[in-house]
C-alpha cells in the first residue's frame, strides 16, 4: 500500500483515529520543537556543544574520560528548559490519555516537557535530564530544580552522572520490553517528530504495522518510517495534532 501524503487531517484519518481502541505515540525531538527545543538532526549549530557533536559529548566514552563535561553539557540543557514551555503538541497528547480505552505514550526525549504538560506515565526510552544516577550502584535521583543537582551518590558515596542514555548504551530495564508490548497490541500508531534513525526506537512503528496498526506520521520532512506509514501528515506537530480532535 502507498503511503498517503496529506497536509490536512483528512476524514479517513479522523475517522480511523476516533475509532481507535489501543493508541500508542512514539514521539522524538521534532515535537518539542516549537518549545524552542532544539532537534539533534535539525540542521544549524545546535547539536554541537564547544565544538564537540552530539554524539561525541553524549557518549559513553565521554562519561568515562570527562564526566565534568558532561554535566557541565546537560546542566546547560536544562538551563535552556527552564526557559521554555510545553506547546500544543505536548498538552494535546498528554489530553488522549483519558480519551482511549488503552493509549502509551513512548518518547525518546529526555527533556521532560511531555510530564510538564500532564502526560502522567511516558515511558521514556532515552532516560530523563532531570535524574541522576550513580555510577557504580545505579541508584536514581531526581533532580528537581537548576542548581538541585546532587554531587555525589547518597546511597554509596559514587559520582553521578545524567540518568540518560548515551550512544552505545542500553535503554532502561524493561522500557524497550514494554513498549514493544504495547507497539504489538496497539491499532493505531502515531509516529511525531522523529528522524527515525535511532534504534530500537525506530524499530516501533514496524512492529506496530506487522500487528495490523494505522500507522500515522507527522512530520514536517520524510524520513526513514514514510513509507511505511498509511499517512504521512507533513508539517509541524503543534499546528497539526490537535487537529485530529
Ligand atoms: C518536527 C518538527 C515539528 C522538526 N513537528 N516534527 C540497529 C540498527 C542500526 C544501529 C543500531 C541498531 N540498534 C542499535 C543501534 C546503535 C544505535 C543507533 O541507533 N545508531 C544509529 C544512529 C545508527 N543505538 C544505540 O546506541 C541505542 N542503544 C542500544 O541499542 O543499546 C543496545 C546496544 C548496545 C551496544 C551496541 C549495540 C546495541 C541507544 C540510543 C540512545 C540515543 N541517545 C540519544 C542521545 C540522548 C542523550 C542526549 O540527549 O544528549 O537520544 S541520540 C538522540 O537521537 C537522542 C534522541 O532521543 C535520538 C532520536 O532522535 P530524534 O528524536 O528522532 O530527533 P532528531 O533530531 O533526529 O529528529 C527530529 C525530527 O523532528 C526530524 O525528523 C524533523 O524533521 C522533525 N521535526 N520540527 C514535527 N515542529
Known amino acids: 500500500m502507498?503511503?498517503?501524503l496529506a497536509t490536512q487531517v483528512t476524514p479517513e484519518l479522523r475517522e480511523r483515529f476516533s475509532t481507535?481502541?489501543?493508541?500508542l505515540v512514539l514521539t522524538g525531538a521534532g515535537v518539542s520543537a516549537e518549545s524552542g527545543v532544539p532537534t539533534f538532526r535539525g540542521g544549524g549549530t545546535s547539536a554541537v556543544w564547544k565544538g564537540m557533536p552530539f554524539d561525541v559529548i553524549s557518549s559513553a566514552q565521554m562519561v568515562e574520560r570527562d564526566l565534568p563535561a558532561v554535566w557541565e553539557w546537560f546542566?546547560?540543557?536544562r538551563g535552556v528548559l527552564n526557559q521554555?514551555?510545553?506547546?500544543?503538541?505536548?498538552?494535546?497528547?498528554?489530553?488522549?490519555?483519558?480519551?482511549?480505552?488503552e493509549f502509551t505514550l513512548v518518547t525518546q526525549n529526555v527533556d521532560g516537557l511531555h510530564r510538564r504538560a500532564g502526560s502522567r506515565n511516558p515511558i521514556e526510552l532515552h532516560g530523563s535530564?532531570?535524574?541522576?544516577?550513580?555510577?557504580?550502584?545505579?541508584?536514581?535521583?531526581e533532580i528537581?530544580?537548576?542548581?538541585?543537582?546532587?554531587?555525589?551518590?547518597?546511597?554509596?558515596?559514587?559520582?553521578l552522572r545524567p540518568d540518560v542514555v548515551?550512544?552505545?548504551?542500553?535503554?532502561?530495564?524493561?522500557?524497550?520490553?514494554?513498549?514493544?508490548?504495547?507497539?504489538?497490541?496497539c491499532d493505531f500508531c502515531l509516529?511525531?517528530?522523529?528522524?527515525?534513525?535511532?534504534?530500537?526506537?525506530?524499530?516501533?512503528?514496524?512492529?506496530?504495522?506487522?500487528?495490523?496498526?494505522y500507522l500515522c506520521e507527522v512530520n514536517p520532512e520524510r524520513t526513514p518510517l514514510s513509507d511505511l506509514c498509511d499517512v504521512l501528515l507533513t508539517g509541524k506537530a503543534g499546528e497539526l495534532l490537535p487537529r485530529l480532535n
Open 166 to 185: 548515551l550512544f552505545g548504551e542500553t535503554l532502561p530495564p524493561g522500557a524497550f520490553e514494554l513498549a514493544f508490548e504495547v507497539a504489538t497490541q
Open 129 to 141: 535530564m532531570w535524574h541522576a544516577r550513580c555510577i557504580d550502584c545505579h541508584a536514581r535521583f
Open 75 to 77: 546542566d546547560y540543557r
Open 144 to 159: 528537581p530544580r537548576i542548581g538541585l543537582r546532587p554531587n555525589d551518590c547518597m546511597s554509596c558515596g559514587d559520582r
Open 191 to 213: 509516529v511525531v517528530g522523529t528522524s527515525g534513525l535511532v534504534y530500537p526506537a525506530a524499530g516501533l512503528p514496524e512492529i506496530a504495522k506487522q500487528a495490523g496498526a
Open 20 to 23: 481507535a481502541k489501543k493508541v
Open 84 to 101: 521554555v514551555e510545553p506547546n500544543p503538541a505536548h498538552y494535546v497528547i498528554a489530553s488522549w490519555q483519558d480519551r482511549f480505552p
Open 2 to 4: 502507498q503511503t498517503q
